[in-house]
Structures are given as C-alpha cells and as structure tokens.
C-alpha cells in the first residue's frame, strides 16, 4: 500500500478562537468572528490535533506542517513557552516511529531556533521548499509574505524577520512579551474578519503561483497555508493550488495518495 502524504497549516494553538458546533456548511461560509459559546477550550484543541495525527500516523509516510502551528512561539536560549506539552509529544511518537515531520515557520511561529528539531525530531524550514513527491513536483510554503507587495505588511514582516529587533524582544522579560503577543493576536482576530477569497484574478497567492508557474512550468502543486480559506484551484492542465483552511473555522488538511490531492475536513468521532 502507498503511503500517504498530509498536509496542515494554521492550527493557531493557544488561541481562543477554534470554533465548535459548527455544522460543513456553516463551516465554508463563516468568517472568522466571534459567536458566544461556540470556542472549544484550548487544550481540547490540542486533543484534537493529536487525535487526527494518532489518525495520520497508520498510513503517513510524511506530514508537512505549514506553519502557524502556535498562535505564538518565541525560543528563548533556554526557554520555550509553555504549554502543547501533548502536541509536541505526539510529533516526537512519530518521528521516532520514523515518520518525517516538517515544520514550516508561519508569521505567527517564526522565531525559531533548534527546540524542534533537537527535542521533537521534526525538520524545519525557513524558507518555500520544492520537493518531488511520488513523481509530482510541489512548491510548499506558507504563504505569508507571496503576492503580498502592500507597504503595511512588508514592513511588518521585515520587522518581524529582523535578527537585531528579535534580540531586543529576547532582552525583555517573558512575563510581559507572552502575554503582549497573546493579547494582540486574539485582538486582532476578534476585531478583523478573515477576508473571503478574493477570486481568482485578485488572490495574492494565486496570483504568486500563476508568476512562478511561468518561470517553472513543471510545478504540478502550490499548497499554502496563511489565508484561513479552503481553495482547490486548477492553474493548468498539469498545475493547481491549494490552500489548506485552518483549525479555526474548518479543522481541514490535505492529503495526497500518490495520484491525488485532495482536501478534507477531520470529522472527530470523539466530539
């Protein structure tokens, strides 16, 4: 039998905001705002995420992880936040079962340096990775930072990639950098709805993927992550993307059999 490929993005652990009770329609049209009772605890998240990779792990060959895992990680020299004790637990059962686990960094988990890797086995990538699986060529990526030429975010982002303004963030206590971080992204996504698919002429990471297919036609996959929709979008005869939704809204993922991709939506029989 085939091993299966899988891929996931944008779980945002340590978030308040993992929607629950939402039935699949209500699921592809929602935007991303808040509805009283409708938020699992933060740990039965967590649960949940290791009960779809107890799930993956009886036929996955590789799980490519496209960043924004955690709401918030920064690695101190001997510090690493608290808590996803049991998600970091799992991914060490199946590296060490000698399932390949690759961590792409996203804006929300960037400041990494080698926990990972060290305690967890899994393979972390700073950068878009192109990689041939079973006879298909992929470009992988998160997605933050393709497509994307507005001032406001570039300069975010460069600020966020800035090796001198990460060690002046280090230099400040994590009783007050943790909980600032947390604060502001829970803010930011209470107060701002995740934007619809913008459509194909207008998506920036389409738009990104048709650029690079011109220049490197041989690309069969781009599967992102970052925009928190779920998109399966043929760009040629021999091309499409993806990008994966999230475990916000959708708790959905992708998978590829060795002949087909497709996206999928966890149904947890334990909820």
Excluded at 18 to 23: E, P, R
Excluded at 64 to 87: A, S
Excluded at 165 to 183: D, E, M, N, S
Excluded at 232 to 244: K, Q
Aim: hydrophobic letters at 40%.
């Amino acid at each position: 039998m085939t091993k299966k490929v899988y891929f996931l993005s944008d779980v945002h652990l340590g978030s308040a905001y993992h929607k629950k009770n939402v039935n699949k329609f209500e699921q592809m049209t929602l935007p991303a705002v808040k509805v009283d009772n409708h938020y699992f605890p933060q740990h039965e998240v967590e649960r949940k995420l290791c009960r779809w990779l107890d799930m993956v792990k009886q036929d996955a060959e590789t799980i490519y992880l496209l960043g924004d895992i955690f709401d918030y990680w920064f690695e101190y020299r001997n510090v690493v936040p608290r808590g996803f004790v049991r998600f970091l637990g799992k991914v060490s059962e199946l590296t060490d079962m000698g399932i390949e686990v690759h961590f792409f960094i996203g804006n929300h988990d960037i400041w990494i340096t080698d926990y990972l890797q060290k305690e967890c086995g899994m393979i972390v990538h700073t950068q878009p990775l192109i990689r041939e699986i079973y006879g298909k060529k992929f470009f992988l990526a998160h997605g933050d930072g393709l497509g994307d030429d507005s001032t406001s975010f570039k300069m975010l982002r460069a600020l966020f990639h800035n090796k001198f303004c990460r060690k002046l963030y280090a230099a400040i206590h994590p009783r007050w950098t943790v909980g600032f971080a947390q604060w502001w992204s829970n803010h930011n996504r209470e107060t701002y709805a995740t934007p619809p698919y913008f459509g194909e002429d207008k998506e920036h990471l389409v738009l990104f993927a048709k650029k690079h297919l011109a220049l490197a036609p041989s690309i069969n996959f781009f599967i992102f992550g970052h925009r928190h929709i779920m998109l399966d979008l043929m760009l040629s005869s021999n091309s499409r993307i993806a990008i994966l939704g999230d475990w916000i809204d959708y708790f959905s993922y992708g998978v590829f059999d060795g002949t087909n991709f497709s996206l999928e939506i966890f149904e947890d029989k334990n909820q």
